[in-house]
């Protein structure tokens, strides 16, 4: 079978970025030594760049889980041409195409069931969707957003002032212009690339499956530390609509806390969760589906007790949500 063409323009960017990054950065500080303004800048705009593709390009515009004010979804785009991963539009289009046919090993566009290295990068280094690359009727709905189509028309332009010009400029003030490029440009690109990819690679095979053993997302505590929250990726592909990926109060999910955060100040708004009780309830079939897979001779009397537990959970989370309607209603009388 022939394989698809190689990307160079991609394979290129990846090695060149990767090369400079690995070796630039030990030189630079082996003969300039560390400096806390440059490392500044570098936390800073890594920092802009993930959540920008958590919190924007991710939950924002692929999935819909929020609404922003258009300074926050201005904010996203330009973070998003710093992280140079595509344009919002193009983002949007391939990880729709993910949850439509997740693991599926063609129209996946970074299947797993291909092998960790295709999930992580290899799909981007050869041409394996050329009859829908520029195919955006999924995402005909974010064709209606003004700034998602400013960015995605001068994407080109963005992404190079984000990528060499802020950093240019951080390196003039700073008086370090080859150590802002460096570090905060070549470093923090590399490292905001692959954290990101780990998402589809690792996301898929480290970890637990909490919700779901239909597709081979894992939830992992550690990966959502390198990914603003992203690691509770068995939670997101059953749920993906939700605004949140750790829905535990202790989960480290920073772009939840900021999401959060901007509707407290009206700059967010139609925050979607999933309902809570079909959360507990996927939570406790795959509890009793490991148990069965290691005790088969409980198997009916675990469906029996899950019965009743579902019944019991149906209950109070109806009732709990008759008492936060009913409260809705007292607070607007009070208003009134």
């Not at 592909?237 to 605004?243: L, R």
């Not at 920073?254 to 139609?270: D, E, M, T």
């Amino acid at each position: 079978m022939k394989k698809p063409p190689i990307l160079w323009l991609n394979v290129s960017l990846f090695t060149i970025t990767f090369l400079v990054a690995a070796v630039g950065t030990p030189l630079y500080l082996f003969y300039q030594g560390f400096s806390w303004g440059l490392f500044t800048a570098f936390a800073a705009l890594a920092i802009y760049a993930g959540i920008s593709i958590t919190a924007g390009y991710h939950r924002l515009w692929s999935h819909r889980a929020w609404d922003g004010h258009w300074s926050v979804r201005l904010f996203f785009a330009l973070g998003g041409a710093l992280a140079l991963q595509n344009s919002i539009l193009h983002w949007a289009s391939d990880h729709r195409e993910h949850h439509k046919h997740v693991d599926h090993k063609d129209n996946d566009p970074y299947s797993i069931s291909r092998g960790f290295w295709f999930a992580h990068i290899g799909w981007m280094l050869r041409e394996y969707h050329e009859h829908r690359y520029n195919d955006y009727s999924n995402v005909k709905d974010l064709q209606k957003d003004k700034i998602v189509m400013w960015q995605h028309k001068y994407y080109l332009p963005l992404m190079l002032f984000m990528n060499v010009g802020v950093p240019l400029l951080i390196g003039l003030a700073l008086g370090q212009v080859w150590g802002a490029l460096l570090i905060a440009g070549f470093l923090r690109l590399v490292i905001g690339h692959h954290t990101t990819f780990f998402i589809n690679s690792l996301a898929h095979v480290w970890g637990k499956q909490t919700f779901t053993d239909r597709n081979s997302a894992r939830d992992n505590g550690w990966i959502a530390l390198l990914t603003y929250g992203e690691g509770y990726h068995n939670f997101h592909h059953i749920f993906s609509g939700d605004y949140r990926n750790g829905i535990r109060w202790y989960h480290f999910d920073p772009s939840k806390w900021l999401i959060r955060a901007f509707s407290w100040v009206g700059l967010a708004k139609n925050l979607k969760k999933a309902n809570p009780y079909q959360i507990e309830k996927a939570r406790l079939e795959m509890k009793i589906k490991r148990v069965v897979a290691k005790k088969p001779w409980l198997a009916e009397r675990l469906h029996e007790e899950y019965e009743v537990i579902l019944a019991e959970m149906q209950a109070y989370y109806q009732t709990q949500k008759q008492w936060l309607t009913r409260r809705k209603q007292i607070q607007r009388q009070l208003r009134a």
